[in-house]
């Protein structure tokens, strides 16, 4: 069990079951576990120290991503830094989205441990960073009518290829292994 299990926080309410956050160099300083009441995907640019998520610990380093899944433990550990981006939302804010992303969602969050921490390479993270970005200036722009629709799809996006890497990463893995063994 998670230590410490006793002093955890509920993640706190954001508007519209959505948020997204950039981090530049931001420092962590000791933290309360929280328990996640939405979805959270971090994508690390650069990084160091290390995030506990539930009973593991992981360090974070550069070009990767943490996928969390609501009802998960984690804290940043204290003096970590980290430049990147932090993606929030909720069920009710993926209803929002097309029936045909619910599969990658299914396959990133139904069991989160399993996907907890990518590393990606140069090419994809690139990628992800600049869909973050647009994403990120959507949310912070002016408001309009379909904004929460707008970013839904980007959500979608991002999510289905968030998905096509973990799926080329298991490829991967799959073939390195099958290999090892003749």
Known sequence: MVEGFLNTLLDK?????FSIIRYNNQQFDLQPLCRLTYNRIFLISKGSGSIRIDDETYPVTANELFLLAKGQVYAFDQHTDISGYELCFGDCFWEKTPASASNCKAVLFNNAAANQQLCINTESFSELNTLFQVLHAEYTGEDYVNKLD????????????IANVNALMVMIALKTSCTANF
């Not at 707008?150 to 290829?161: D, P, T």
Request: glycine share 0%.
């Open 13 to 17: 309410e954001i508007k519209d079951s």
């Open 150 to 161: 707008a970013l839904a799809a980007y959500l979608k996006i991002i999510m289905i290829k």
